[in-house]
């Protein structure tokens, strides 16, 4: 049951990434990353009402903490979104953000995953690698790289800080989460522009959108936890959504594939199959 939660929340992010690397291009990214976290919170308060818990201080203070590297994970994501490519920001990001989670798992948690779930991981890290390759990458596509590779960073801590939440605590610390994510994320817009919504009725709608896909992401991340999955596994699953995200692009957007990054997808499928049977 963890691995189905985690591949589901796997489909939602990378659904709610291809949006919002569309919607990123046509207005401003904290805009998009603050009518998101809106959305969430909407989302999240209806979530906290059906999954009653009873959450200890610490639950809603790691809620908290992983809404505050959420907001700023997104918003340093979707200004790599706007300023490069789909195909090389959302790979080097989960590259980075699924390595976090398993350094954590193993040194600190002290977790040994089997020889096939192994293999699994590391062909997963691979996978990643081999879908984000772009050779003679333009000058952009670099800084965006380089933006994405410290909003990895930080969505790796906030895998770790959403995997201290005790079973029993229900929906409300995810509430915590997407409301500190947004007090966050609009803080940042309000300070370095005009607006903190998008002005253009399309964008708003759609960034909403994103929004409801990538809170469904969390909620489904935190099930799988739930559920006994393993930290490292789950985090590699949930980090193929870049994956999802690319072939979308190429199915809808007429993005065109190299022979090694259709090898990483195809990777990414196998990477979570030997997961599964481990």
Request: charged content about 10%.
């Amino acid at each position: 049951m963890s691995v189905l939660l985690a591949v589901l929340s796997t489909v939602s992010i990378g659904i709610g990434d291809f949006l919002a690397s569309d919607v990123t291009k046509r207005t401003r990214a904290h805009e998009v990353t603050s009518s998101m976290f809106l959305s969430g919170v909407v989302m999240t308060a209806a979530v906290a009402l059906i999954w009653p818990g009873a959450p200890t201080s610490s639950d809603l203070l790691w809620g908290g903490f992983a809404g505050a590297a959420n907001g700023t994970a997104i918003l340093l994501l979707y200004v790599a979104y706007s300023r490069g490519s789909l195909r090389s920001a959302a790979p080097t990001a989960a590259v980075v953000m699924s390595s976090v989670p398993v350094a954590w798992d193993v040194l600190v948690s002290g977790t040994s995953p089997s020889p096939v779930t192994w293999a699994g991981i590391v062909l997963g890290m691979i996978a990643i690698a081999l879908t984000s390759y772009e050779p003679g990458e333009a000058s952009d596509d670099r800084r965006s790289v380089a933006i994405a590779i410290a909003a990895g960073v930080i969505f790796g801590g906030m895998l770790i800080l959403l995997g201290e939440i005790d079973e029993d605590a229900g929906g409300q610390p995810i509430l915590i989460q997407r409301l500190v994510g947004f007090v966050v994320a609009a803080s940042v817009t309000r300070a370095t522009g005009p607006r903190i919504f998008p002005e253009d009725h399309s964008a708003r709608v759609m960034s909403f959108v994103v929004g409801l896909f990538a809170t469904g992401a969390i909620v489904l991340f935190v099930l799988a936890l739930q559920t006994g999955g393993s930290l490292a596994v789950v985090s590699i699953i949930a980090s193929q959504y870049a994956a999802v995200a690319v072939l979308l692009g190429v199915a809808l957007r007429g993005h065109t594939m190299t022979w090694w990054q259709m090898l990483g997808v195809a990777g990414t499928s196998l990477a979570v199959a030997l997961i599964t049977i481990g």
